[in-house]
């Protein structure tokens, strides 16, 4: 073979090298991903890690500090054992995601928001982490909300800002102008158009494609306090330091109605599904449900404790709501008759949210806890930590994939609810 034939095979042969190698990477990252397993109570030892009182990979321990946002992960470990490793990844809730592989880790990374970017063996491999971290606001986070579609978050802080961002975690834009600090955010139907309310009783309509005001318009004199749209983007409601409902036609913003027989401030409210009932929260120790057609009291239903959030089932039949105690009632919205009461260890109670599937409740308590609750078991399915002060605000994507919280501790973070992901 002459020189120049061997020159002109080389090219062929450096090229099918390199796929070789370019397919040998995508087979191990494929093992490494099929290989994922999650495991519970996870503890450091010299010797190794310590998973359900069993000593597993035994071998040289790598233990690497991964600095992320807000500290959700306390520590790693990149566990090497001759051909066999493992990566732990600890947080503050005693969970680990174990990812295993047929080759050393190298190096850990904390990369992409809610990712964790390993080397394994020359390659780079980019694992999806439980939690996504948004470093959201300078202030407490007083709404939450997601588009019709799910593919938006839209947060509210007390620091006047109200961002909207992809679910994934990276920030579409910022809505500028409010005056004061918002209380609550709301989607329309069509996901074109936000609302929000600040505490100065000031009401805020944006489009979200640009983030331009459309609209902003006032009422009255004591501060809003919450707000909630009606299923079919018709009316707004808020509540106020006062006791009083106000409720607006959304087309115009024209003045529909004042509800009055609080004695306290209202803290929550939610529209039933078929948006004919409203229901009020308030710091008087009593949830009213109104008619809203015309604006008579159905049932007034009492707390031991300040009542301070509420939400309706999506069935409609059924409505929860929780007070400062950390007491939660359900109650046949029909009637107005108590069918249960769930309690538990949490404090004070910011927010109620139902998966739309309506088998699953989600509290929100200043314990810096999520409790996932099964109505009718009434017991806690699963408890979620992370947020370091107390979570004030909840929303759930309506395909019902994900739970964002938001924290006095200025952050909002995305749990997945289908259970693959869990």
């Avoid at 005056?179 to 489009?207: H, Q």
């Avoid at 078929?274 to 049932?299: F, I, K, M, N």
């Avoid at 739309?356 to 109505?375: H, K, N, Y």
């Amino acid at each position: 073979m002459t020189l120049t034939q061997r020159s002109k095979r080389r090219p062929g042969l450096i090229i099918l090298g390199l796929l070789l190698i370019v397919a040998g990477g995508w087979l191990m990252l494929a093992a490494i991903q099929s290989a994922r397993q999650r495991v519970l109570a996870c503890t450091w030892a010299d010797e190794g890690v310590v998973c359900r009182g069993q000593l597993v990979w035994l071998g040289a321990v790598l233990r690497e500090t991964v600095v992320t946002p807000e500290q959700a992960i306390e520590f790693a470990a990149l566990v090497n054992e001759q051909e066999r490793a493992a990566l732990y990844l600890q947080t503050p809730a005693d969970e680990a995601l174990v990812i295993r592989s047929g080759g050393a880790f190298e190096r850990l990374s904390w990369g992409l928001v809610g990712s964790i970017v390993v080397a394994v063996g020359g390659f780079l491999a980019i694992f999806g982490y439980r939690i996504v971290v948004h470093p959201a606001h300078a202030a407490p986070v007083s709404g939450l909300a997601f588009s019709p579609d799910s593919l938006l978050l839209a947060s509210a802080g007390l620091d006047k800002a109200v961002h909207v961002w992809l679910a994934e975690g990276d920030l579409v834009r910022t809505l500028a102008g409010q005056d004061g600090p918002p209380v609550g955010c709301a989607f329309t139907p069509d996901g074109a158009r936000l609302v929000t309310a600040s505490w100065n009783r000031t009401i805020y309509l944006w489009r979200v494609s640009d983030g331009a005001l459309l609209r902003v318009w006032q009422a009255g004199d004591e501060p809003f306090s919450c707000l909630a749209l009606s299923p079919d983007g018709q009316i707004l409601a808020c509540g106020g330091g006062d006791g009083q409902l106000v409720l607006w036609t959304m087309g115009d913003g024209a003045l529909m109605q004042t509800l009055e027989g609080h004695q306290g401030r209202v803290e929550g409210l939610a529209f039933s599904a078929d948006g004919q009932t409203l229901a009020s929260a308030s710091a008087d120790r009593t949830v009213r449900l109104w008619q809203v057609a015309d604006g008579v009291t159905l049932h007034t239903l009492g707390h031991p404790e300040g009542v301070t959030c509420i939400a309706f089932a999506p069935h409609g039949q059924t409505m929860a709501s929780g007070s400062t105690d950390g007491l939660i009632r359900l109650w046949a919205t029909a009637s107005g008759s108590l069918i249960r009461s769930l309690e538990g260890d949490a404090q004070w109670l910011h927010s109620l949210a139902y998966t739309p599937d309506g088998q699953t409740l989600v509290s929100a308590s200043t314990d810096q806890t999520i409790r996932l609750w099964s109505p009718e078991d009434e017991a806690t399915v699963q408890t979620l930590s992370g947020h370091l002060s107390e979570v004030t605000a909840l929303a759930i994507s309506p395909d019902g994939q994900w739970l964002a919280s938001g924290s006095a501790d200025q952050m909002v973070k995305l749990w997945p609810l289908s259970n693959d992901e869990r």
